[in-house]
């Protein structure tokens, strides 16, 4: 098991740019890939970005890519999400989450942990 906490999360203006955090403790945690998904109000949770076990792969949602930046420090047990050029359908809660499997994944069942959210808020 790995504990995860996001941070960084806040209200910004559309065109804003934002940091998202999620710190993990536990187990080891360059033994998981990681993950970032969003939920807006009434609707499902989707993927965002993800990134493998070492940092050298990473995938995006159509939607976010040229604008995010998924990247994470190993040696600080850390993951984070780069959000520039934000737009009002960016806001929702923003999760962070581990998948201990083998391949990199973008499906949320596929993800084991997860951290409490941070709101993002994108103001027009």
């Known amino acids: 098991q790995v504990q995860l906490v996001e941070s960084g999360g806040g209200l910004v203006q559309a065109g804003g740019s934002l940091r998202l955090r999620c710190a993990a403790s536990g187990r080891t945690f360059n033994s998981y890939h990681m993950g970032w998904f969003r939920q807006a109000p009434g609707k499902e949770r989707e993927f965002v970005a993800a990134i493998s076990r070492s940092g050298g792969s990473t995938s995006y949602a159509d939607s976010v890519k040229g604008r995010f930046t998924i990247s994470r420090d190993n040696a600080k047990n850390t993951v984070y999400l780069q959000m520039n050029s934000l737009k009002p359908e960016d806001t929702a809660v923003y999760y962070c989450?581990?998948?201990?499997?083998?391949?990199?994944?973008?499906?949320?069942?596929?993800?084991?942990?997860w951290g409490q959210g941070t709101q993002v808020t994108v103001s027009s």
């Open positions: 989450a581990a998948r201990g499997g083998m391949y990199l994944s973008t499906e949320k069942y596929n993800y084991e942990n």
